[in-house]
């Protein structure tokens, strides 16, 4: 499914871009389909605007808001054929797409993007690259000042509105300054940097030189002098001296002349810039509230040292990769206390995210964050932003060192459904949250009764801030149950801060679910059925039966570069029944995989049934898993023929001959086959009442490819199967 996650990212990076600062357009020369070339530069002096529409072929988004024709209708009122005071271009921003999918003969297209559109069409990604373009369709406004904003699908009076809402040259001694860029905000203790910010010509004439002043808290600090050459609406940037600043402060920057005189228009030749020094804490035990909004899935936090190390972290990690990860809030409007203690005196630096880049309050919820030290003493709050993060910075001065802390921040073993009995080594990773370094650890690990399964004993060296990757001795498990892995120890002494001291691993034994060994895979794809990919594994790892588009395969999660002309892709909205011959006892897993990572729309399915149409494992909606785009669920075969024994071929690997020795308690009739990987019968053997005792068959194999095989022996109510391997 690529809609709703195309429609998210391009959410996200629109809110990102409209709320930063000013950014100015990178120039490009391209050539069309038609062979006109275009280079970007050159419209803009001729005072146009710019609306370029970043699309590809395959997007469907983009197909929809194409087939509106307000690009079109734009063009036509307002492009060459009208008012001439825009152009518009479309570029097709994926490398991977061709001519024939702009022209819709392709096979990743959604339709003809060439007939009917009346402006200029450029097949070239490297544009979408230069513009940092993460989601298509991408609408980017590029005034004549070369000032670059990201404008939604919006109507024909909007983009003009936009168009004519651009800075124009007047005059002739025209500067403007355009955009700071260094440091603002608050700071810890002291910061040091180069003031800098860009400005333009804003005039008629080229500008040659200009006096621009900076003033602290009102004090004139340093002139600058600059001397160049820029034509009209060229750039250039103002660097100052590096300042020190170690209060609150208010810099002042004044362009006060061009070219030796006068500037005509002073509206934007003055900029102001707030910098405040943060709050300050005498104690090292910080707490934090924190209070969701109506989707605290979007939210995650990290309280960083002054090195930029994140030693406490809360909330959905997944926000960067568009899951649902541990440690997600689970409650909408829920306000969660957590103990930060902190190991030394120093910076640091709390940062909040929100995913929709809407903050957490107050249009869905009145979300928020307080961070304050244990006498109550506030260092930080907020909550309303509309950028992608927020940071709060404090300072720790005087306070006393925490020495032993530490905190479990993930695990890394064995997890989820199991069959039979497992063995495994239990692995995690520590991070050290105290001033001294951690030379040993003592971990226990406690069954969901509070039995003590494990004591670890482990030495190394960890500083401060940093994590070791811990493997534990090997257990073994045959039941169901839930294990907890805590810190008992650390450095010899009790470590007292709870803060994710202990790590809870879920591990289910399946059940036998079934007798039969006929199974079915039942899919119904939504819009994107080329997408799936699945395969039946048993235990030793090997394929028994697969489908959907072999391009993806079972390692394309993710990877986006599936088509609908994919060798076995599916047909998008089909119902599919393939049947699977599972051959013999064991532990099976079913994997179903999405090319573009985001699961399956709703209605969608992919389900394993048994005989009697019982639902064994079913895939649905979004498929969410730590590490990827899949997941894994387990089942087990069962049901030998009971009057078999001692079953054995020879050789095995074998190249045009095998003999099948099998012992039987009392006579049966048999139906002997030999079957392929996906359950087909590719030979029947024999089928007859075989004598109680030893029974030996010849099999000839010089008609069958090399391979792996089952031998079936079946007695009408239950089977028995043995792998053949034939090597030729």
């Known amino acids: 499914m690529k809609q709703l996650s195309t429609l998210l990212i391009s959410f996200i990076l629109c809110s990102q871009l409209s709320n930063a600062q000013v950014e100015i357009a990178p120039d490009f020369t391209a050539t069309d389909i038609e062979g006109n070339t275009w280079t970007l530069y050159e419209i803009l002096d001729q005072g146009k605007s710019v609306i370029m529409d970043v699309s590809a072929t395959w997007c469907g988004p983009c197909w929809a808001f194409h087939q509106t024709h307000t690009l079109d209708n734009l063009y036509e009122t307002y492009g060459p054929n009208g008012t001439d005071e825009v152009v518009v271009l479309f570029v097709e921003g994926d490398a991977q797409t061709t001519l024939e999918d702009l022209n819709g003969t392709g096979s990743s297209t959604l339709g003809n993007w060439v007939e009917g559109t009346s402006y200029p069409i450029i097949d070239d990604a490297s544009i979408s690259d230069a513009y940092n373009v993460s989601a298509f369709p991408t609408i980017f406004h590029i005034c004549p000042s070369r000032l670059l904003t990201e404008i939604e699908r919006v109507s024909v009076d909007e983009y003009i509105a936009a168009h004519r809402g651009c800075p124009k040259a007047e005059g002739n001694q025209n500067a403007g300054i355009i955009a700071y860029e260094s440091f603002e905000g608050t700071f810890c203790r002291e910061n040091t940097f180069a003031p800098q910010f860009k400005f333009q010509n804003l005039g008629l004439d080229s500008m040659m030189s200009a006096t621009i002043t900076m003033s602290i808290n009102d004090v004139p600090t340093e002139t600058l002098n600059w001397t160049g050459g820029l034509k009209t609406y060229q750039l250039a940037d103002a660097i100052f001296e590096e300042i020190t600043i170690m209060e609150d402060s208010k810099i002042d920057f004044v362009i006060s002349s061009v070219n030796g005189q006068p500037d005509e228009y002073t509206s934007n030749n003055n900029l102001q810039v707030n910098t405040e020094l943060s709050k300050s804490s005498e104690t ?24 930029g190390v994140a030693l406490y972290t809360g909330g959905n990690p997944g926000i960067f990769t568009q899951t649902v990860a541990e440690g997600t809030y689970p409650d909408i409007m829920t306000t969660y206390t957590h103990q930060l203690p902190l190991p030394n005196a120093g910076c640091y630096e709390f940062v909040l ?40 910075p404090f300072n720790l001065e005087g306070t006393p060192s925490i020495n032993n802390n530490a905190s479990i921040i993930s695990y890394n073993g064995t997890r ?18 105290g001033a001294s370094p951690i030379t040993s650890a003592k971990l226990r690990i406690k069954d969901q009764d509070d039995n003590e399964i494990q004591v670890f004993d482990w030495t190394g060296d960890i500083a401060t801030g940093r994590i070791a990757a811990i493997q534990m001795n090997s257990i073994s498990l045959a039941s169901s149950t839930d294990l907890s892995i805590e810190i008992v120890e650390i450095n010899g002494e009790e470590d007292p ?17 079934t007798e039969y060994r006929d199974m079915t895979v039942e899919l119904q794809t939504d819009n994107y059925g080329y997408e ?5 594994v048993d235990d030793m790892g090997e394929v028994i039966a697969s489908g959907g588009n072999e391009n993806v395969g079972p390692n394309g999660g993710g990877a986006g ?26 532990c099976y897993s079913i994997l179903v995989v999405d090319d ?65 020795n099998f012992h039987l308690n009392e006579a049966r009739f048999l139906d002997i086959a030999l079957t392929n990987t996906l359950g087909q019968r590719v030979s029947s053997i024999q089928a007859s009442e075989f004598p109680a005792g030893l029974n030996s068959i010849d099999i000839n194999l010089g008609q069958l490819s090399t391979g792996i095989y089952f031998i079936s022996l079946q007695d009408g109510q239950q089977i028995t199967t043995r792998r053949l391997i034939i090597t030729h």
């Not at 801060?497 to 679910?513: A, G």
């Open 532 to 536: 799936l990919y699945w395969e039946v």
């Open 561 to 586: 570069v599936a088509t609908p002309a994919d060798p076995g892709a599916y047909a998008n909205g089909a119902t599919i029944v393939e049947n699977v011959q599972v051959p013999m006892d064991g």
């Open 497 to 513: 801060f709870d803060y994710k001291n202990t790590f809870e691993v879920s591990l289910t034994r399946t059940d036998v679910s």
């Open 596 to 660: 573009y990572g985001d699961g399956l729309e709703a209605g969608a399915y992919v389900r394993l049934v048994d005989d009697l149409q019982n639902t064994m494992v079913e895939f649905t909606g979004v498929f969410v898993a730590p590490s990827a785009p899949y997941e894994v669920k387990t089942f087990v075969s069962t049901q030998d023929v009971e009057a078999l024994a001692n079953i054995q071929l020879s050789p095995n690997p074998a190249k045009n001959q095998t003999r099948l």
């Open 353 to 392: 995210y929100d995913f929709y880049s809407d903050g957490i309050c107050c249009v869905y919820g009145e979300g928020g964050y307080v961070l304050k030290n244990e006498s109550g003493e506030m260092l930080a709050e907020g909550g309303a932003f509309e950028t992608a993060s927020i940071a709060d």
């Open 284 to 307: 090292p035990y910080i707490v934090l509230e924190l209070t969701t909004d109506s989707f605290p899935v979007e939210t995650y936090w990290e309280l960083l040292d002054e090195n």
């Open 416 to 433: 989820g459904v199991f069959c039979g009995q497992i063995d495994f080594q239990p692995s995690i990773v520590l991070q050290n949250v």
